[in-house]
């Protein structure tokens, strides 16, 4: 009873204030994520424009769209392959013949890395070796994981030719690594993800590099991939560029949110590119505010359509 009016007496509390409350779906807190949702949060927090958020650790880009569609969360990071497999209803699984049509883009902010990290001397030196192996494909309802399926395909490999195909966050899929009882891992995330990091300080890694032709292949079939040179030196032991792909993390809400609501979250989150960049080293490197509203692959939120109008990034 005591809990029920403390809460109670919170949401009052909140609408006595005038703020509205968002929660961000990000990702496992070893990733890219969730650094990037929670640094948001704290800038929203911060520009006291009525509004409140708060960022989630969840099981990736498929999880995020599903909690929207579910009204649990208001906004989420999402891989671009996954935000149009959902709106169109296609593809994938999780979404074949149920789109989600009450998802919209906010902003394309960085390139997703596919990683294949394998243990150095578990004989893996190309994706074809995964044959046989116990392999940490993702979680399930990650884009990790549809990211695997499809580069093994181009392969001409599935799940059922591994050796295991285990489905665990990326936290415990780096565990088992460590512990031997996996052999590789893929892992799509932003470069230099501090998991990974960790990984090759306590066990010797290689990158398995995915060929110049499969990229090719990958990319016609699917075509949000892109090909992407991990540059020696991202990670201990691995000198050499890395060939592989790459999709795109955006910033997803839902299409109920307001436009007013939007319209300041974005003021709050963007207007300072200075500070926004200082959340994590990838936005830093790669996001560019003059091309966060290009190629998105559902439509944009008019919220943030008139955010980008006013800074002149759309006419």
Do not use: W
Not at 147 to 160: D, K, P, S, V
Request: charge should be positive; include cysteine.
């Amino acid at each position: 009873m005591r809990k029920n009016v403390l809460i109670a007496g919170m949401v009052f509390l909140g609408l006595a204030l005038g703020q509205e409350f968002l929660t961000l779906g990000s990702g496992a807190t070893t990733g890219v994520y969730f650094p990037v949702a929670t640094g948001m949060a704290k800038l929203v927090n911060d520009a006291n424009v009525g509004l409140r958020a708060n960022a989630r650790s969840t099981g990736g880009s498929v999880a995020n769209i599903n909690a929207i569609a579910a009204g649990e969360f208001e906004m989420a990071l999402a891989q671009n392959d996954i935000a149009y497999y959902a709106y169109q209803g296609c593809c994938i699984a999780a979404f074949d013949g149920k789109p989600v049509k009450g998802i919209r883009a906010l902003a394309a902010l960085y390139p997703e890395v596919v990683h294949i990290v394998a243990r150095a001397d578990a004989g893996i030196r190309t994706v074809a070796d995964l044959k046989g192996k116990r392999v940490v494909v993702g979680d399930v309802g990650s884009g990790t994981e549809q990211n695997a399926r499809q580069i093994l395909e181009a392969y001409g490999l599935r799940f059922e030719d591994l050796g295991q195909a285990i489905r665990v966050s990326a936290t415990q899929g780096i565990q088992l690594v460590q512990d031997r009882r996996a052999d590789a891992l893929f892992y799509t995330v932003g470069l230099g993800a501090s998991a990974i990091q960790q990984l090759a300080l306590t066990t010797p890694i290689a990158l398995v590099a995915v060929d110049l032709g499969k990229v090719q292949a990958i990319a016609k079939k699917y075509p949000f991939y892109v090909g992407f040179n991990i540059p020696g030196g991202t990670y201990k032991g691995v000198d050499v560029t890395t060939p592989t792909v790459a999709v795109q993390a955006m910033l997803i809400a839902a299409e109920k949110l307001s436009p007013d609501t939007v319209y300041r979250f974005m003021k709050a989150v963007f207007a300072d590119q200075a500070a926004f960049k200082k959340i994590h080293p990838n936005l830093e490197r790669f996001f560019d505010l003059s091309r966060a509203a290009r190629g998105l692959p559902i439509p944009l939120h008019p919220g943030a359509e008139r955010f980008y109008k006013e800074i002149g990034v759309l006419k």
